[in-house]
């Protein structure tokens, strides 16, 4: 009876235990066990035309650096904005007043933050500064959105417009006077003048031979002369 009163209760601090390990894990998921109000933190504020899915108690980081939480959203009644509250750590007191406030997403689909840029101003934010430099967040939605209609108007229009169309016009092309050539043309040689009293021009004898012209036919016609000449 007594050792099932001491099994009893080890599986009580057994249970307690994970009790107590779940509730820290869920204070760690929730950022709940981070908030502090420490008198020594200070606040800024920023202006979003579109928050998304930011949270409360989101992180605050710059360079990947955790500078602190996002401590409240609220609704603007007047500018329709979305005014994010962030408590920021007392240590990282120099940060530029012209500094950018971005809502950034870690990864593809995780959750949003906003991401701080600082800037060049020698002045530094105090308690109660308000960022005049923000960036709304990235709806996807609106990114596929705006992608598809700009792809269906992109197919929706007829063959030859746009750009091809301005390609097929065809070009003016003005005629253009013809330049005169500083070189002078050519003179052309002068005909031959014929030779003295009807005769032909004076042409070299070796010429004619390979011509086949009249002085090869004068020497065919003198040789049976000549034989004539030596018979008796």
């Known amino acids: 009876m007594q050792q099932a009163k001491v099994l009893e209760t080890w599986v009580g601090v057994f249970v307690a235990l994970g009790i107590v390990a779940l509730f820290f894990m869920a204070m760690q998921v929730s950022n709940l066990g981070e908030i502090r109000t420490d008198a020594k933190n200070y606040r800024i504020t920023a202006r979003f035309s579109n928050a998304g899915s930011l949270k ?18 609220r609704f603007d009644k007047e500018s329709y904005d979305a005014v994010v509250e962030m408590r920021i750590d007392a240590q990282y007191d120099s940060l530029p007043a012209d500094t950018t406030a971005s809502i950034l997403t870690q990864g593809l689909l995780g959750e949003q933050y906003v991401g701080l840029t600082p800037g060049a101003d020698s002045e530094y934010l105090k308690d109660g500064d308000e960022l005049e430099l ?20 992109g197919d929706g229009k007829p063959k030859g417009e746009g750009a091809d169309a301005e390609d097929a016009k065809p070009v ?28 032909r021009a004076n042409v070299h004898p070796k010429a004619e031979a390979k011509a086949g012209g009249p002085g090869k036919s004068d020497a065919k016609a003198g040789t049976p002369a000549r034989k004539n000449a030596v018979k008796p």
Do not use: C, W, Y
């Not at 709806?139 to 705006?146: A, F, Q, T, Y």
């Not at 013809?178 to 030779?195: E, G, L, M, V």
């Open 56 to 73: 409360a108690r989101a992180p605050v980081s710059m360079a990947g650096v955790r500078l602190g939480r996002v401590e409240s959203i």
């Open 134 to 153: 923000t960036q709304s967040a990235l709806v996807l939605e609106e990114v596929i959105s705006r992608f598809l209609f700009n792809k269906a108007e």
């Open 172 to 199: 003016d092309v003005q005629p253009t006077a013809a330049i005169p050539s500083s070189t002078p043309a050519p003179h052309a040689k002068p005909p031959a003048k014929p030779a003295e009293g009807g005769g």
